[in-house]
Nanobody, 120 residues
Framework: QVQLVESGGGLVQAGGPLRLSCAVS????????MGWYRQAPGKQREFIAG???????NYADSVKGRFPIARDNASNTVYLQINSLRPEDPTVYYC??????????????WGQGTQVTVSS
């Protein structure tokens, strides 16, 4: 059984850094692209950043240069560093995987979501 466990969300000072982590566990043979989305209340979930197995990255224009994404293939963990927070950034962030291969089966997965909030 594959599980995604997100961590690192919570309160962050305006402009301050925060790092989100998402660990994928299970009897995994391989994972394609890993990435992050976010969803504000009343809005559609939007793509933020993605990273391939080989380390190629892709970013939404809104976070390019501010939210570097990284990946540790050995531990099947993806990270999102949140820097230079803007008013539109605090919301719920979701980890996402491309196809996760387990034996002869493959599926995509979503994390449970982690809230990022700016402290006053």
């Amino acid at each position: 059984q594959v599980q995604l466990v997100e961590s690192g969300g919570g309160l962050v000072q305006a402009g301050g850094p925060l790092r989100l982590s998402c660990a994928v566990s299970g009897s995994i043979d391989s994972i394609e692209t890993m990435g992050w989305y976010r969803q504000a209340p009343g809005k559609q979930r939007e793509f933020i950043a993605g990273i391939s197995t080989g380390g190629s990255t892709n970013y939404a224009d809104s976070v390019k240069g501010r939210f570097p994404i990284a990946r540790d293939n050995a531990s099947n963990t993806v990270y999102l560093q949140i820097n230079s927070l803007r008013p539109e950034d605090p919301t719920v962030y979701y980890c996402h995987t491309g196809r996760v291969q387990v034996g002869d089966r493959s599926m995509i997965y979503w994390g449970q979501g982690t809230q990022v909030t700016v402290s006053s």
